[in-house]
């Protein structure tokens, strides 16, 4: 049997998942794919970081160098993620054409296209099915699985923390800051957890996923991105009663005439009724429209040891398979196919809205603000004013029909200046997957 031999960089959380996962299922891995996958050389950046797993102290090295230029070595998994030391790590790995599997979302969403042009020019093969999700098989799925669809639509619950937090919030009615707290103290959330909680971690997941979709690789600050720390506990309250359930999607869009797509992140109703509205706690989930196989929906662990080892040893069966095979280039990391795409202004994109506002309980406060929609042409579906709220100021909450993002945006910078107006008004889109 032929043997193809591993070299990572990176011995921490993932890195160490690995090489448990590895030591566990890698006879299993070689038993069906015909070709022997061994560890050859771990570079990590001490010896005795913690980590979950142990590595023998024989299998490390602090030069990573010492792995990328082993000519024992065959693969190159890079598990240390970040955008400076990882991109210059690839990039020699691929000039001496030895296929690439990272893991590094960040680093393929800013810097994916000279990686994969790299890729190319050296005849090697740059992997990535860990980048997003986590265990779920989703860019697999995009490249091979749906080569024969056109993606009208994809919606991803991509982080686990938002919907950690935003789960919890439901459930127990709890307050975001105290949520938070308990889950940076359990470890669903980073110190600070700007990443997660301000929907840029979303933004590199989605973002690679619209480009796998439409064929022309969407730069990160093109995305309209927002995160949940404006969601309150009243928003999912009020949500809950009017039948929806709050999350942050990332959503991937063809709008209707031409070749412009939506790419957006930001909290979303959803009705209680789709399958998305069920996903909960640190489980991501993608609903995604073809238009010939229809809808279809990728639920699983998103995060985490087990779950990015599970892809990592996918990506390495792969590039097991194309070394064994000689053929480095059966799918390549990516195809442009649609370079006339380009991603839509969040401005233009049509949706329904839950506007939620803090008023002054006066009469005419009402008129005043529907004043301002109908002169801004948004229609209003329902109007609540919630009892048992007393004091200088109550909530109210509209629903608005379908409009586009830039004159409810404006609308709402009008109401905002409203003396009856005492706090910012809260706008959260509506999803209907219509």
Known sequence: MQQVNLGMIGGGTVGSGVFHALQLNGGLLSSRIGVKVAIRKVAVKAFDEPRPYEIPRAAMTTDWQEVVNNPDVHVIAELVGGTTIARTMILAALKLGKPVITANKALLSEHGEE??????????????EASVCGGIPIIKSLREGFVGNRINALYGIVNG???????????????????????????????????????????????????????????????????????????IKFAGELGYTIKL????????????????????????????????????????????????LFYGRGAGKDATASAVLSDLADAALDLKLGTPHRVPPFVPHECSGVVAPVADVVSQYFVRLNVVDKPGTLAKIAAIFGASKIGISSVI??????????????????????????????????????????????ENFE
């Open 115 to 128: 990686l994969f042009a790299a890729a190319k020019k050296y005849g090697a093969n740059l992997y990535y």
């Open 161 to 235: 923390t938002c919907n950690y937090i935003l789960t919890r919030m439901k459930l127990e009615g709890a307050d975001f800051g105290a949520v938070l707290a308990d889950a940076q103290k359990h470890g669903y959330a980073e110190t600070p957890p700007d990443l997660d909680i301000d929907g840029w971690d979303s933004q590199h997941k989605i973002g690679i996923l619209a480009s796998l979709a439409h064929g022309f690789w969407v730069r990160p600050e093109k995305i309209h991105v927002e995160g949940i720390r404006h969601v309150s506990g009243l928003d």
């Open 249 to 296: 999607l990332g959503i991937v869009k063809k709008l209707k005439g031409g070749c412009r797509v939506q790419v957006s992140v930001y909290p979303t109703l959803i009705p209680n009724s789709h399958v998305l509205s069920s996903v909960n706690g640190v489980f991501n989930a993608c609903f995604v429209r073809g238009d010939i196989v229809g809808d279809t």
């Open 385 to 430: 004013q919630p009892e048992g709220h007393e004091g200088a100021s109550v909530p109210l909450i509209f629903m608005l029909h379908y409009a586009p993002n830039g004159a409810v945006t404006k609308a709402l910078a009008k109401i905002g200046k409203l003396p009856v107006i005492k706090s910012k008004p809260v706008m959260i889109r509506v």
